[in-house]
């Protein structure tokens, strides 16, 4: 299963960028709004990913090879993780901030339970696309 969890996460977060709902794999039972969105070019819009493991590292990988800028956010790893894949640590507020797209790489726990909550989501651009990957068994 290389790559499995990667493929159908990589077409909904870029599918987004454009008025075609059928590259986003979940989006045929749901109205997505995207025919009142322009498409979007994805070269030079910002990858937020919140979360750096292993499915998070190659969305970041496959998202450079677009032109894309990658921020990231995980406060239990060292530096060098970020550097290695060129990718620019940020902290939560910048992440937010400066996101086009936001994709969610964390477990369900107590400490990130209430992590994106109303005050998160009015720091994000009106604009950003918000994508939620994350298992969602509680840790506790």
Known sequence: MRGGGLRPRAGDAFGL?????????????????????PICRLHGKVLGLLGFGKIAGRLAAKAKALGLVIIAHDPYLPEGVFSALGVKRGGFEELLSQSDFLSIHVPLTKETRHLIDAKALSLMKPTACLIKYFPWRSGG
Do not use: I, T
């Open 17 to 37: 960028g454009s008025k075609d709902p059928s590259l986003c794999s979940r989006s045929s039972k749901r109205d997505l709004g995207l025919e009142d969105r």
